[in-house]
Nanobody
Framework: QVQLVESGGGLVQAGGSLRLSCAAS????????MGWFRQAPGKEREFVAA????????SYADSVKGRFTISRDGAKNTVHLQMNSLKPADTAVYYC????????????????WGQGTQVTVSS
């Protein structure tokens, strides 16, 4: 049974930082892109960042470029999202996802999802 378990969410003031982690288990994730998506109240789920299975290539939404960094520990099937200079607009539930393919960014192409972790940024 495939499981993706997120951790690290919470409440932070604007300008602060948080580090999200996602532990994946239940299968081999070789060849899988790992991604982070987020969904704010009343809005659709949106792409945040993705990392290739090797960890060597990354992709970011324009809204987080320069502030967020995604990384992957293949040996531990773990992916992290370091979020700096957080803004109230970053407030959302953040989801970890895994999808087979190279650096995919479309949520429809991700087969596995975590339950999500809440990130709240106060002004």
């Amino acid at each position: 049974q495939v499981q993706l378990v997120e951790s690290g969410g919470g409440l932070v003031q604007a300008g602060g930082s948080l580090r999200l982690s996602c532990a994946a288990s239940g299968r081999t994730f070789s060849g899988y892109t790992m991604g982070w998506f987020r969904q704010a109240p009343g809005k659709e789920r949106e792409f945040v960042a993705a990392v290739s299975w090797s960890g060597g290539r990354t992709s970011y939404a324009d809204s987080v470029k320069g502030r967020f960094t995604i990384s992957r520990d293949g040996a531990k099937n773990t992916v992290h999202l370091q979020m700096n200079s957080l803004k109230p607009a970053d407030t959302a539930v953040y989801y970890c996802a895994a999808g087979y393919g190279f650096l995919i960014v479309n949520s429809n192409d991700y087969a596995y999802w975590g339950q999500g972790t809440q990130v709240t940024v106060s002004s």
